[in-house]
């Protein structure tokens, strides 16, 4: 579904969400990486990214390290999903045969299309204020945005 570039900025947008309060509390690449069981490097790759398309700010030395450019409610997972990921426009069948929707359909056809939608929806009306909305209600107390995935 994505690529691991977007799972590790959805990891680390939804911890600076976490902490979001207008942009006085930072966390370094370290503390991110640490709390979301990130490889540093390849965080502090991502990082750049984010911060290069607008949606993260950071500062460096005493103090410093990343925040949301803007409030967490204004990025959509989208957002995130154009950054490292190639929109599949492709209307080919997944199983050969021709076009997706022309003539006799897949016997998948129909649950598929409806994968896709659901995704869609996912992406484009979910922004990163649901992590923080969450992380506020249970104070921080659940353990799922501490399992890394293998």
């Excluded at 990214?49 to 450019?69: H, N």
């Amino acid at each position: 579904m994505y690529g691991k570039a977007t799972e590790t900025a959805i990891a680390a947008l939804s911890r600076l969400s976490e902490v979001y309060d207008g942009g006085t509390t930072r966390l370094s690449a370290a503390e991110i990486a640490e709390d979301r069981g990130l490889q540093r490097p390849f965080l502090g790759k991502i990082l750049s990214t984010l911060s290069q398309a607008g949606l993260i700010e950071g500062t460096r030395g005493p103090g410093g390290g990343f925040t949301f450019a803007m409030h967490p409610r204004e990025v959509k997972l989208y957002d995130v999903y154009t950054l490292f990921e190639r929109e599949e426009l492709s209307t080919h069948c997944p199983f050969g045969g021709g076009v997706c929707g022309v003539g006799e359909k897949c016997p998948l056809h129909d649950r598929l299309a409806d994968v896709r939608k659901a995704t869609d929806a996912v992406l484009h009306n979910t922004t990163f204020d649901a992590f923080r909305k969450a992380y506020l209600k249970d104070k921080g107390n659940s353990n799922w945005r501490l399992r890394p995935s293998q």
